[in-house]
């Protein structure tokens, strides 16, 4: 057999090869032509998309190519590569001050699509063309269609990936993709405020008030950004600007919080990046800050920090802010990727550190970080007292109250003895000297030892405790003072209300052997109910269940005892399997009726959310919507505020079809409500819109309507749908082989769309039905006992209520029943 030789791969194979690596998208096709233009210093540029046909445009003002320029991309293949008015000298490639240089996205472009070039320069008069198919010239000569008046040049992309039909079958959807073009736009318009841009969809418009985007020229990254934004995320913002050595970071953060991480956005000399430890540097600090509780709600020009607690239901906020960072060029590498997005650095630690410091001063300026606390040795921070100092506007700012706080400590001399445990400190008053345990605050006299316990345990320090022990007949107690012990006894106030929680002792084997067995290993000493259900595990004993695992059948067979302290139903569960070894036989236990009757609660709810999702699903824009879904109409129409950006968003009427699959209906959305989308003074609005909703599901009505959760129910689903582009496209399709065969008999088939049931209605749905279940001392008769532990086997997921604690717990084996030995039990005494 012949040798294997190595052949240069053919000029044709080559060149595709590269362009189908570089352009993977068409709006990865804009972002390339985008930044020709911002590299030729376009103040203006132009985009027109048309996704059903494959074509694209880009029209800017810049300087424009020259006709010698555009035939060398003529050319074709590899000769028409690498043709770039960016060249720079081999050592000077270090210090790039431009988006690309490597003159391949044009050449890209004409291996995979039509493309029609017409540019003018400024010493020339006229407009000249080029038309590139498949690396060949079509046309070349004066330019027909895009004559240009002035300097400038248009790049117009047709037929794309035409030759590279998987491509195309594997690209998002038009409106996808649309929206992968704003969202480029306006990643760029944020660092190029100066330049003005526009986008519309080629394929309907009409008028040039139907254009998608309009971008002015703006003065600064925060202007443009409230013209993108509206001021509903950028009502209280910190502008930043900091230095250190080479490294600049330019431009602010936000003190309104938001619902996802959408308006974040970082920039490394000028190019947007993606999810990188720059990113994960910022999310750290804000993690460990309270900024996700307490920033700015959106509530409008009278928003102030909340002094209520927030609801653990409600979703933290996300931080917003644009940041621009700049690094000698020779201190990154950008060329990772194609789309150049992904960077190295030389010295990447400095660079974190920069980044992370300036975040911790912004969390420390505005009371977000526990840096603000006045240290005095202290080896833990401690929270800082509140103090009521306003000004003549009614709102304290913190770092006012930090230095009130101050003031008002400083007179009392506090001195460090050992650094990290304790501290001296001297009575100003009485002139006594005492010692002081850092974390617990517990304090001795200096002149006398520290209490030591006769177990040798001191009575503070690491371990917590704040009364000294002692044991006395081999007991261990708590040293209290004769005077509290008095004062507690006397004082009806601390009398428990509640009668001791009957206990068991430990139940021998049946069998005479195992019994006898026990007795030489000795018995275990009296366990409480509590401790099983504190402990959230089963009886450790060798005779008990712990191996055992339960089914939905043992529920369904199981008999009912009694109800146990007025919180626990005890049942008796017999294997009827035949099964051998220490598990098998009956068994003891305890089952949380609070737990129990929630799980029942939340199935019964969220069955009927989803078979209603199910069937709008399956039954298409066509079907009636109040006929799927037993809904609330709201009369009249309940109004919700939403920031202008939501509001454009909601418009999209794959938006509003996800929202109507979970019966929630809007009143029709045609044109926007509040700001213009022309002209600088549409960021000066206020940013927010009013929308009106018609329609909820009845189910979670009752909820919805409570304070603000119909509006955080719409932002969070938004918000979800900005980060995750498939998310409402998920919901707008249907179900692979819904309905499929034999799926109307399975009585569970609800749980095919749970997982697609969005968060916030989840979280609604088990606040329901864990309010509204049976309580810890609700008494319960011996009938209600028995349907609600057959109601609890009929559900799908019996063993946890809707947050996930276990419904039961195994309490003791009793073994198998042994007629010779059998002992009777009077179970209805028990409890």
């Not at 424009?64 to 320029?69: D, L, P, R, V, Y």
């Not at 932002?715 to 582009?725: H, Q, S, V, Y």
């Amino acid at each position: 057999m012949d040798e294997p030789t190595i052949v240069p791969l053919p000029v044709v194979t080559r060149t595709k090869l590269r362009s189908t690596q570089i352009l993977t998208s068409l709006s990865q096709i804009v972002s390339e032509l985008l930044q020709n233009s911002l590299d030729a210093g376009a103040r203006q540029i132009d985009i027109g998309v048309d996704c059903e046909e494959w074509i694209c445009w880009v029209r800017d003002d810049g300087s424009g190519m020259s006709k010698g320029g555009m035939d060398i991309l003529g050319k074709g293949l590899e000769a028409g590569r690498y043709g770039t008015s960016k060249a720079y000298a081999p050592d000077s490639l270090d210090d790039l001050s431009t988006f690309g240089f490597r003159g391949e996205a044009l050449a890209s472009c004409a291996d995979i699509c039509c493309l029609e070039i017409a540019s003018r320069t400024a010493r020339s008069r006229q407009t000249w063309s080029i038309i590139v198919k498949g690396s060949k010239t079509l046309y070349d000569g004066p330019a027909i269609r895009w004559r240009r008046e002035s300097p400038g040049t248009t790049v117009c992309i047709r037929d794309a990936f035409y030759n590279l039909p998987v491509r195309r079958l594997s690209h998002p959807v038009p409106a996808r993709t649309l929206d992968a073009i704003r969202r480029e736009i306006a990643a760029f318009a944020l660092v190029f405020p100066h330049v003005s841009f526009t986008l519309e969809n080629t394929h309907t418009v009409k008028d040039e008030k139907d254009m998608l985007l309009r971008i002015p020229k703006t003065t600064s990254m925060l202007t443009t950004f409230r013209h993108l934004y509206g001021r509903a995320l950028a009502q209280h913002v910190d502008e930043i600007d900091e230095t250190s050595g080479e490294l600049r970071l330019e431009g602010f953060i936000s003190l309104d919080g938001a619902h996802s991480k959408a308006s974040q956005f970082l920039y490394v000399n000028r190019h947007p990046i993606t999810f990188c430890e720059l990113h994960h540097a910022i999310e750290s600090r804000f993690a460990s800050s309270s900024f996700a509780k307490h920033a700015l709600d959106e509530a409008g020009e009278t928003s102030l920090r909340s002094t209520t607690r927030r609801s653990p239901r409600k979703a933290e906020k996300k931080p917003v802010y644009v940041l621009k960072l700049t690094v000698p060029s020779q201190q990154i590498d950008n060329c990772l990727e194609p789309a150049k997005a992904a960077v190295h650095f030389r010295n990447k630690g400095s660079v974190v550190s920069f980044l992370s410091s300036t975040i911790q001063a912004f969390l420390a300026r505005h009371g977000f970080s526990p840096s603000n606390v006045v240290d005095r040795g202290s080896p833990a921070p401690r929270k800082r007292r509140k103090y009521d100092f306003e000004d003549d506007s009614g709102y304290a700012e913190p770092e006012t109250i930090s230095r009130q706080v101050s003031r008002e400590l400083s007179p009392l001399p506090l001195y460090t003895r050992e650094k990290t445990e304790e501290l001296v400190w001297t009575d100003p008053l009485s002139g006594q000297i005492y010692v002081v345990d850092a974390r617990t605050g517990n304090s001795y006299r200096q002149s006398e030892p520290p209490p030591v316990a006769s177990d040798g345990v001191t009575p503070f320090g690491r371990q917590g405790r704040t009364l000294s022990r002692q044991k006395a007949g081999g007991v261990e107690k708590s040293a209290m003072p004769e005077w509290i012990q008095e004062a507690l006894e006397a004082n009806d106030i601390y009398t428990v209300a509640e009668n001791k929680i009957p206990f068991l002792t430990h139940i021998p084997a049946l069998d005479p052997d195992a019994a006898e067995q026990t007795h030489h290993h000795g018995c275990h000493a009296p366990t409480k109910f509590a401790d099983y259900l504190r402990t959230g595990q089963p009886y450790a004993d060798a005779t008990a269940a712990s191996s055992r695992r339960f089914q939905k059948s043992d529920l369904r067979n199981a008999q009912v005892i009694n109800q146990v302290d007025c919180k626990f139903i005890a049942c008796l569960i017999d294997d009827s399997s035949g099964a051998e070894g220490p598990a098998a036989g009956r068994t003891v236990i305890l089952i949380d009726q609070h737990a129990a009757d929630e799980r029942v609660r939340v199935e019964r709810f969220l069955k009927e959310l989803c078979l209603g999702y199910l069937a709008n699903v399956a039954a298409g824009e066509d079907e009636d919507e109040g006929s799927l879904f037993r809904l609330r109409e709201l009369s009249p129409p309940v109004p919700i505020l939403l920031s202008r950006h939501e509001e454009r968003r909601l418009r999209d009427p794959a938006i509003r079809r996800a929202f109507r699959c979970w019966g929630v209906h809007f009143v029709d959305i045609t044109e926007p409500t509040c700001g213009a989308e022309s002209g600088v003074d549409a960021g000066s609005t206020s940013g927010y819109s009013q929308v009106f909703v018609r329609c909820i599901p009845e189910v979670v009505g009752d909820k919805l309507l409570l304070d603000d959760e119909l509006r955080d129910f719409v932002k969070g689903f938004l918000a979800k749908a900005e980060t995750d582009p498939s998310f409402a496209q998920q919901r707008c399709t249907a179900l692979d082989g819904y309905p499929a065969e034999g799926d109307e008999d399975d009585e569970f088939r609800w749980l095919r769309a749970l997982r697609r049931c969005p968060q916030q209605l989840l979280d609604l749905v088990n606040s329901k039905a864990c309010r509204g279940a049976i309580m810890f001392n609700d008494t319960l008769t011996h009938t209600q006992c028995e349907n609600l532990v057959e109601n609890l086997s009929q559900t799908a997921f019996p063993f946890q209520c809707a947050h996930g604690r276990p419904s039961l717990v195994p309490l003791i084996n009793l073994g198998k029943e042994d007629a010779r030995h059998r002992r009777v039990c009077r179970w209805s005494s028990f409890g």
